[in-house]
């Protein structure tokens, strides 16, 4: 393959790495699981993993993906056969390509959450109401196997138009719109949380802890979440650093892109938190939070139903901009593999996903808690997609961290990477014994720890 596709500017890479992170893995994930977890402790662990390890591995995938040029998949096949090592590595490709493909399925029917929710707030649907009018609307949302089903399509329609247009027309100019708008509002909800809510108090509920909060399953959380909010081990940032320019920095690149995720993450935090408790309401809801919570807190607030309806675009613009970094890897890999054109390879990686979606839309409502398939199976099928994926990510990554420190001849290493020798060290270290220690220690702790 002599002819390889690459970003416009040496810089887009930047632009659709940080739009593939910051997601509802920030805005509705990271705020909720914080708020189960108790605060602070599950942050602190959150933090400490990515930069001791999801930083590193972020620069391994993406090196990975800037050598083979290639889609996950056949960019492992070409690894280990340029590299002389075991086909086995190749899984690194499998896994992620299914984990990409898992995630996709739940994700779009979440971000249809939030279209809904959209159009509440913008139609002043929910001015003045009460808990129990809010609470009840959201569980007749849920409730409704069609509505949910609808909302998936739309979005992952949404998605795959912007995919199917390749990487520069598509995905690199819908990435141009969308991210200089993302972060204008989240500004305004900022200010907006400032100027009404309790930002004081949101401060200290997610900075201050004690670590004894932080339940065993609370740690698998916390690291799940550091590789969910980085979309690392999924073959999303290998395959955007397939088309990465040769001279951009990989370790710089990397830094930036964790730094502003987890800016983002924690400012998203403040302001929903500081939203919350300024209406005096709890942060335990879990998933509700976002959908439930939130909308009651616009709900009594000046000028909250435009804000709000805002807010939820900005939920939805950060969703798109991670679901395409989903569908990217498999369908390149259909693309490389059986020579498909791009629109046909994005339709079946789409096709799939949205059927695979419907089992997180009957885990609401025909197959929810009291159905016979939860008496079976003892979660829903969401929580156990869910669960797959909290699993498959780490794995994913101590095997990519594995692979690039062990495996790659290290002299070939350095000279990707570009960086000085200390740094070049350092790195090496923390792929080669910390990343994979640390993943390691919380599998054994938690895993055993995770039934039904
Ligand atoms: N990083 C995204 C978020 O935080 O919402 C989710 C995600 C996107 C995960 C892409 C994995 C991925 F490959
Ligand atoms: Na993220």
């Not at 940080?18 to 909720?32: K, Q």
């Not at 993302?182 to 200010?191: C, K, N, R, S, T």
């Not at 509920?205 to 690291?223: H, K, P, V, Y």
């Not at 799939?352 to 089992?359: E, Q, V």
């Amino acid at each position: 393959m002599s002819t390889h596709n690459v970003w416009t500017h040496k810089g887009t890479f930047l632009l659709a790495a940080v739009g593939s992170a910051v997601g509802l893995g920030n805005l509705w994930r990271f705020p909720y699981l914080t708020g189960e977890n108790g605060g602070g402790a599950f942050i602190l662990v959150y933090a400490l993993t990515i930069f001791a390890v999801g930083i590193p591995i972020l620069i391994a995938e993406t090196m990975l993906g800037r050598t083979s040029r290639r889609s996950p998949i056949m960019g492992m096949r070409h690894l280990t056969k340029t590299h002389g090592t075991s086909r086995a590595w190749e899984s690194i490709g499998w896994l992620g390509a299914a984990s990409a493909f898992l995630i996709l399925s739940f994700y779009s029917v979440i971000a249809g959450w939030a279209i809904h929710y959209t159009g509440q707030m913008f139609s002043g649907a929910l001015v003045g109401a009460d808990s129990e009018t809010i609470g009840a609307g959201f569980d007749a949302l849920l409730a409704s196997p069609w509505l949910l089903t609808g909302y998936h399509t739309i979005f992952i329609i949404a998605s795959a138009l912007i995919v199917g247009m390749g990487i520069h027309k598509g995905i690199e100019s819908g990435l141009r719109i969308i991210m200089p708008a993302l972060f204008a509002i989240l500004l305004l909800v900022l200010f907006y949380s400032i100027a009404n809510g309790d930002i004081g108090a949101a401060a200290t509920f997610l900075f201050t802890f004690n670590i004894a909060d932080l339940s065993l399953e609370g740690w698998l959380q916390a690291m799940g979440q550091s590789f969910f909010t980085l979309s690392l081990g999924m073959g999303a940032i290998m395959a955007y650093g397939a088309y990465m320019s040769s001279e951009a920095s990989l370790t710089r690149t990397a830094v930036a892109v964790a730094f502003v995720d987890t800016a983002v993450a924690m400012v998203a935090g403040l302001a929903i938190f500081a939203l919350v408790f300024g209406a005096g309401l709890e942060t335990g809801q879990g998933p509700g939070l976002m959908f439930v919570t939130l909308p009651l807190a616009f709900a009594e607030m000046p000028f909250g139903a435009l804000v709000g309806g805002v807010f939820f675009i900005l939920v939805l613009g950060a969703a798109i901009s991670s679901s395409i970094s989903l569908i990217e890897p498999v369908a390149a890999f259909l693309v490389e593999r059986f020579d498909l054109t791009r629109p046909k390879a994005v339709g079946a990686v789409t096709l799939g996903a949205w059927l695979m979606g419907l089992l997180t839309v009957v885990s609401f409502n025909v197959w929810a808690e009291g159905t016979l398939f939860h008496a079976l199976f003892g979660r829903s099928a969401f929580d156990f997609i869910e669960l797959l994926t909290n699993i498959f990510m780490p794995l994913g990554g101590l095997l990519i961290a594995l692979f690039a420190g062990w495996a790659l001849t290290q002299s070939e290493v350095m000279k990707e990477l570009r960086t000085s020798e200390g740094w070049f060290k350092t790195w090496r270290f923390l792929v080669r014994f910390v990343a994979p220690a640390a993943v390691s220690f919380v599998f054994l702790r938690t895993i055993p720890q995770v039934d039904g």
